[in-house]
């Protein structure tokens, strides 16, 4: 009789070691899921983000007088098979991110400043035609929360 009695708690403590092995593990698998989902979401607009850069940085070696400052998306001309900029903000891609590029001069100071060249809000500086500050930025909504990734490059035009 006491044999069978020690087996039974034996047994007992044995399946509340193991229940509770197993609830750590698979408690792990649901945070490894969701986390994979959520960096899958942010790479997925860090190649939209990619393609908006890549997009503007063509149509900029094509014609870099064609758009003035503003907030622009990226989308093909089928009659000609290349990219061009609408205006406004892309809403809807891929059904979660929207995306815009914002284009906006570039001032530097003046030549006879210590400081020529750099790069100065408008009011301190002379307007560089040469030079365009492009801003890239894809936002979405993930579990109620606003999410963003974004990058910004600065083009020269050096074949004047």
């Known amino acids: 009789m006491r044999k069978s009695g020690y087996l039974i708690i034996e047994i007992l403590i ?4 193991f229940m509770t092995v197993v609830v750590a593990i698979f408690s792990n698998i649901a945070t490894v899921m969701v986390r994979t989902k959520r960096s899958g979401l942010t790479f997925e607009a860090g190649l939209l983000l990619q393609e908006e850069i890549e997009a503007t940085y063509n ?3 094509r014609d870099w007088t ?10 093909i001309n ?6 061009t900029l609408l205006d406004g903000i892309e809403n809807n891609v891929r059904t979660r991110y929207s995306r815009k590029v914002e284009i906006e001069t570039v001032c530097r100071r003046p030549q006879s400043h ?3 060249g750099k790069i ?3 009011i301190a500086g002379e307007v560089d035609l040469n030079s365009k500050l492009i801003r890239g930025v894809v936002e979405w909504v993930e579990k109620g929360e606003n999410k963003k990734v974004e990058t910004e490059i600065l083009l020269v035009r ?3």
């Open 158 to 160: 050096t074949n004047i």
């Open 78 to 83: 089928t009659s000609l098979g290349e990219w």
């Open 66 to 75: 064609v758009y003035p400052d503003g907030e622009y998306y990226p989308a």
């Open 14 to 17: 044995s399946i509340v070691i």
């Open 114 to 116: 210590p400081d020529s």
């Open 120 to 122: 100065v809000d408008c």
């Open 59 to 61: 149509i900029f070696l």
